[in-house]
């Protein structure tokens, strides 16, 4: 959220400017403060994808910066600017979560840095780091295979496994589906893609990497 304003004090020129703030008291200000910018008001997980943007920089409340990230997946922009809890960071930079294991397929960490809190008031007590994402143009094979996975999140994972094999290597479905049944346990292949815990989908990327291997 934009909050006060205290963002839209330091950026640099821009062509236009859209902020999305869920108070109504604050946005009302905020458009008092800046008659040149445009002001939504509501929730930024709902309204982010109507608000087409170039470039996102964004300090929303901890709670929800990871269904932020999951937002991105599918929007069309040049980089983006979040301060994050360090713990996030982590799990995006890492890939140890579900969130940074599919990150990986759809967005790119150009930089991170640690940030000092006192420049917050008040400081929060929780570790924060600004991290720069853009969105991935080119995937490694693995990196396919997350991409495939969550774009099929209405199927189970074995047939939506056995799809993505199918787009990446070129194999029939019944080759495809030889491979995922020797290969995935029955337990894996029977959750449902939103199920998928990031012990499974570590799992899944560990046993199906030597037969992904990029040509």
Known sequence: GAGHGELLRVLPPCRAVVVIELDPQLASG?????????VRQG??????DG???DVLVSNVPFSIVEPLVF????????RAVLLVPSSVRERLVEQKSVVGLYASAFL???????FDVAHLSPAPE?????IVLSPKTERSNI??????LYTQRDKRAGNALREALCRIKGWTKRE??????EKVSEEIRRETVPQLSSSQLATLVEVLTPCLQDS
């Open 176 to 181: 495809s589906e030889a491979v995922v049944k």
């Open 71 to 78: 937002r991105l997946f599918g929007l069309k922009f040049r």
């Open 30 to 38: 905020l458009r008092a403060q800046f008659p040149g910018v445009i």
């Open 126 to 130: 929780t570790a924060l780091s600004l």
């Open 43 to 48: 929730n930024a997980l709902d309204l982010i």
């Open 143 to 148: 990196e396919k295979l997350l991409f495939e």
């Open 51 to 53: 608000a087409p943007f």
């Open 108 to 114: 790119r960490v150009e930089s991170w840095e640690e």
